[in-house]
Each structure stands twice: as structure tokens, then as C-alpha cells.
């Protein structure tokens, strides 16, 4: 299973280290889970930690974010685009989310906003997941 994180999934990952999303990304990084991102779905990740409310709540600098951000990246695959997609949602940042996964060839995207993404992302083929749900998935396994 290959998944692509939507941003929100990091940002709470980043603030809270004891949630879901924080395990999710701890899977990440020890290479149980297997993720993808584009280049700018990564650029998103870095402008929306850094910004200064994320960074107070997690109690980092930004050189301390990036050290997370530079060691998720180096976990993931790349996702180059080879396929435009917008708009296929009001927000593009959920956009950037959806190509990503479009490309990488991504079986979920694991976000906290299904929502606004679980009808663009079906229409590809590839489900939303909240980090609770996939968690639980695992636990039960195949």
C-alpha cells in the first residue's frame, strides 16, 4: 500500500507527537509504511509547519522542523507529475494533495479532511483514511 499524507496530517504530527498522526509519520519515517509526494506537495509541508503558530505549539524552531520535514522527505518516493489535475478541489493545497497521489500512483490518502477530499480522490481510485482508521486497518491486518 502506498500512501501520500495530506499536509494536515503532518502539521498535527509536527504539534502533537502522541496522536495518530504522529504514528503514522513514525511509520514513515522507520520505513514501515511506504509514501510518496511531489515536490510542491512538499514545499506546501514546509510553509504551513514553519509557520509560526505550528512551530510554538510544537515547541520547535524552524531549523528543528525542517530537521522532521528534511527526514520525511528522505523517507518517501518521489512523485513526479506527469499529469495536471486542477481544479479538482475549492482548496489548492487539496489539490496539490490529490495530483500527488494521482502520480505517485498512491492506494490512500491519509488526511484529517475527508471531507473535501474523499470525492475528488474516489473518482481516481484512491481512498481517504484518517490516520485513526488506517492505524486501526494495520492493527487488523489483511
Not at 34 to 56: D, G, I, M, N, W
Not at 90 to 108: K, M, R, W, Y
Not at 110 to 138: K, M, Y
Amino acid at each position: 500500500m502506498k500512501l501520500v499524507l495530506d499536509t494536515n496530517v503532518v502539521v498535527a504530527a509536527v504539534r502533537s507527537r502522541t496522536g495518530a498522526s504522529a504514528e503514522v509519520v513514525r511509520r514513515v519515517l522507520r520505513g514501515d509504511l511506504s509514501a510518496a509526494a511531489s515536490t510542491a506537495l512538499l514545499l506546501e509541508y514546509e510553509a504551513v509547519v514553519t509557520r509560526p503558530e505550528h512551530l510554538q505549539a510544537a515547541g520547535f524552531t524552524r531549523d528543528q522542523a525542517m530537521v522532521v520535514l528534511d527526514a520525511l522527505t528522505a523517507a518517501m518516493a518521489e512523485a513526479p507529475i506527469w499529469w495536471r489535475l486542477r481544479p479538482m478541489s475549492p482548496d489548492p493545497g487539496d489539490d496539490l494533495v490529490i495530483e500527488g497521489a494521482f502520480n505517485a500512483g498512491a492506494d490512500v490518502v491519509v488526511t484529517a479532511n475527508e471531507r473535501d477530499l474523499a470525492d475528488p480522490c474516489s473518482l481516481l481510485g484512491i481512498r481517504t483514511l484518517t490516520p485513526h482508521v488506517i492505524l486501526s486497518e494495520l492493527r487488523r491486518g489483511p
